[in-house]
């Protein structure tokens, strides 16, 4: 087998090797039943244990309080900037949204389908290297929510806090939930496809506090209810079984690296170790302003277009995949997501260091 080399996709993303394997043996053979994984019935005593043991493990490591339910939907989370809108904004009702890059660009798209839509903040004009403090946004008044994106995945900037406001809190989490401790209770919704810090893609997770339930409008097509899902537990159609599988072995994963607050330090470290080069040289020129740094997308550019092609090509010979920067701002990327292993980011440090040597601008 050809050796495993260290990723830096930004989603679909590296997943624990362990949950990997395990996942390997379980499709063909789940529990000793004689049936593949993804072969068993959703509604089988096996299927139904998986999918409530992925759930409270996932309340327990994100501390969901009992008055949210727990999603497992379809439809990725670009879904979301329709359903959310959709269920909770009736006609000509207003909500918030904070423009922080190409995915709360397209969720305020969206949005405008349903509502009104507020955007009193938007870093576009500096190629989104930045996410606003609270003094340089106003709620309004008559806002039903804010909605932010916790973690800009293509830029690399992330809120190194939430916003403060009385209106509740909606965040599209896809690529750094349970990277960090968060208070649940200040949010409304939250939401993560699975893709990035997860699992596998093809489901989306939904937490939503279930007083929101009750607010769609009745028109609203059956699928697109939060309510059906949550009524159903996840089982009104057929959920996407090997996804929340794979989530579910994921979260137990880590389980075993000390949960959250543990992942969150780890996340630091692991982060700092590449922020360090970069704020070592001109050379590196990271794209987020410091005070908006994400820990876990790291955009940076090299001195010329030539330089950043050879870097990720070469960097691509010894193992380190998946630098190439998001076509929309172009350089480099490495997504470092909670499963990326940290000898994997000592190397492309390393690497680095000798590439600037060996290519002076
Ligand atoms: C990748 C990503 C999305 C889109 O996810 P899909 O599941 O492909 O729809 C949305 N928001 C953020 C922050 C992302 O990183």
């Known amino acids: 087998m050809t050796e495993r080399v260290f990723n830096f996709s930004p989603g679909p993303a590296t997943l624990p090797y362990e949950v990997l394997v395990q996942a390997g043996k379980d499709v063909v053979n789940f529990q000793e039943t004689g049936i593949g994984l993804i072969e068993i019935s959703h509604r089988s005593r096996e299927f139904m244990a998986v999918a ?19 999603l497992f939907l379809q439809g990725g989370a670009s879904s979301q900037f329709f359903m959310i809108p959709m269920n909770l904004l009736g006609n000509g009702k207003k909500a918030t949204y904070l423009n922080t890059g190409t995915w709360a660009k397209k969720a305020i798209k969206e949005a405008k389908l349903f509502g009104e839509i507020d955007v009193p903040y938007s870093s576009e004009e500096n190629s989104f290297n930045r996410v606003p403090t609270q ?22 900037t992330q809120f190194p806090e939430f916003p403060e ?5 909606i965040s599209d989490m896809s690529s750094d939930i349970l990277s960090r401790k968060i208070d649940i209770s200040r949010f409304g919704l939250i939401f993560a496809g699975a893709q990035k810090n997860l699992g596998p893609a093809g ?9 929101l339930l009750e607010r769609t409008p009745q028109n609203t097509p059956t699928m697109l209810k939060y309510k059906t899902h949550a009524d159903k537990g996840s089982m009104f159609n057929t ?18 690296q000390g949960g959250v607050a543990a992942m969150e330090e780890i996340n630091r470290e692991k982060a700092t170790l590449i922020y360090d080069v970069i704020d070592s040289t001109d050379y590196y020129i990271g794209h987020a302003e410091k005070e908006s740094r994400s820990l876990m997308n790291i955009s940076f550019n090299l001195p010329t277009a030539e330089l950043e092609a050879k870097f990720i090509a070469e960097a691509a010979t010894i193992g380190l995949n998946g630098l190439k920067g998001h076509r929309s701002i172009g350089g480099c990327r490495a997504s470092i997501y909670n499963a990326f292993p940290r000898d994997g980011i000592v190397k492309l440090v390393e690497f680095m260091k000798q590439f600037e040597l060996d290519n002076p601008a």
């Open 165 to 169: 406001t009385e209106k509740m809190l």
């Open 135 to 156: 003094d340089e946004y106003t709620v309004a008044e008559d806002s039903e929510y804010l909605y932010f994106v916790s973690n800009n995945t293509i830029y690399g």
């Open 203 to 211: 489901v989306t997770i939904v937490i939503i506090r279930d007083d």
């Open 52 to 70: 409530e043991e992925a759930e409270k493990n996932l309340r327990e490591l994100m501390e969901i309080p009992d008055n949210y339910k727990v």
């Open 239 to 256: 959920p996407p079984c090997f996804a929340i599988y794979a989530v579910g072995e994921v979260l137990k994963w880590l389980k075993k």
